[in-house]
C-alpha cells in the first residue's frame, strides 16, 4: 500500500511538471498571437489593393502577358504547401497537409502534375516519409516569417512559371487562413495565371473604364509589378499561417494544461484513498489484535 501512494505521489509530481510547461507554452503563444494578429492584419489591404491593381491593369491593357495568359494545355503546376516547423500545435500541419493532398489529387484527375514546394518542418518531414519528390523547400520561417523569406519563396515559384521547358504552367498555395482566434482554416489560391478582375472589382455595366497609360510599355510594367504582386501575396500567406499556427497552439497548450489538471485531481483522489484505505486496514488489524488479547486473557482468568 506504502509503495502503491509513492507510486501515485510520483505520478503526480511528474504531472504537475508537465502542467508547467504546457502552461509556459501557452502563455508564450498568448502573448505572440496578438502581434501575428496585427501583422497579418496590417499586410492584408497592401496585398488586396497590388492584387487588384495588378488584376486591372492586365486587364483593361489588353496585353498578352504570361501572368494572365491561361494556357492552352496545362500540365504542371507548382503548388508551395505552407506547414509549420514545430509541433505541439494540434491539428495545424494535419489539416493544410490534408488540404495540399485534396489539391494533388484534383489536379491529377485534370491531367496536372504536381510540383511540390513545401516550407515547415512538419511538411518536408511528411513528404520525405513518403518518397515524395520536393521541388524545394525551406525551414526555420514559420514561427516569424520575414518579407525576405516570401522573396526567396517568390523567386523559386516565379522562376518555375516563367520557365518555358519544364517549368509550371500554374502556380498554387496551400495556407492556413487566419478567421478569429477560435478559427483557423486550410485554403487554397490559385497565384498565377492572376485571375482577371472580377466578383465587387468587375466594373458594373455601363460604368467607365479606368484609362491607363503606360511608361515604356503595359508589358514592361507588369514586368515589374510581377515579382512585387508574387512577394506580396506569399508574405500574406506566411503572415496568415503564422497567426493560425500560434493560435492553434495557444488552444493545443491550454487543453493540455487543463487534462494535466484533471489528471492531478484524478490521482490525488486514488492517493487518498489508498491512504484512507492504509490507515483503516492499521486501525482494524490494532483493534483485531486488542480483541485478540483481551480474550487470551479473559481465557486464562
Known amino acids: ?24 507554452m501557452e502563455l508564450i503563444a498568448a ?9 497579418a492584419a496590417a499586410a492584408a489591404p497592401y496585398a488586396r489593393e497590388l492584387t487588384r491593381a495588378v488584376s486591372a491593369l492586365a486587364t483593361y491593357s489588353r496585353v498578352d502577358h504570361p501572368i ?5 494545355n496545362p500540365t504542371r503546376a507548382a503548388v508551395l504547401v505552407v506547414t ?17 493532398e485534396r489539391l494533388v489529387e484534383k489536379l491529377r484527375t485534370e491531367g496536372k502534375e504536381a510540383l511540390l514546394y513545401v516550407t515547415g518542418r512538419k511538411g518536408v518531414a511528411y513528404y520525405k516519409f ?5 521541388e524545394d523547400s525551406w525551414t526555420g520561417i514559420s514561427d516569424r516569417p520575414q518579407y525576405a523569406d516570401a522573396r526567396a519563396l517568390g523567386d523559386a515559384l516565379v522562376g518555375s512559371f516563367l520557365t518555358e521547358d519544364g517549368g509550371a504552367d500554374e502556380v498554387h498555395v496551400v495556407f492556413t487562413r487566419f478567421r478569429s482566434m477560435l478559427v483557423q482554416t486550410p485554403d487554397v489560391i490559385r497565384l ?5 478582375v472580377e466578383g465587387e472589382d468587375k466594373p458594373e455595366s455601363g460604368e467607365a473604364l479606368p484609362l491607363y497609360e503606360f511608361e515604356p510599355s ?21 503572415m496568415q499561417a503564422a497567426a493560425s499556427e500560434l493560435a492553434s497552439r495557444q488552444r493545443a497548450m491550454k487543453a493540455a494544461t487543463d487534462n494535466a489538471q484533471e489528471l492531478i485531481l484524478h490521482y490525488t483522489r486514488i492517493a487518498n484513498q489508498a491512504r484512507q484505505a492504509g ?20 481465557g486464562s482468568e
Do not use: H
Not at 84 to 99: M, T
Not at 192 to 196: E, F, G
Open 279 to 298: 490507515i483503516t486496514q492499521e486501525i482494524s488489524e490494532i483493534v483485531g489484535g486488542a480483541n485478540a488479547l483481551a480474550d487470551a486473557n479473559a
Open 192 to 196: 498565377m495565371p492572376l485571375q482577371v
Open 1 to 24: 500500500m506504502v509503495a502503491s501512494i509513492r507510486e501515485y505521489r510520483a505520478k503526480i509530481k511528474s504531472t504537475e511538471a508537465t502542467k508547467k510547461i504546457t502552461r509556459a
Open 31 to 39: 502573448s505572440r498571437v496578438i502581434r501575428a494578429q496585427q501583422q
Open 218 to 238: 503595359a508589358s514592361e510594367v507588369l514586368d515589374q509589378l510581377l515579382p512585387r504582386y508574387v512577394y506580396s501575396r506569399i508574405f500574406f500567406c506566411l
Open 84 to 100: 509549420s516547423d514545430r509541433g505541439l500545435a494540434g491539428a495545424y500541419s494535419a489539416s493544410v497537409l490534408k488540404e495540399a
Open 130 to 134: 513518403r518518397q515524395r519528390t520536393l
Open 68 to 72: 494572365t495568359t491561361e494556357p492552352e
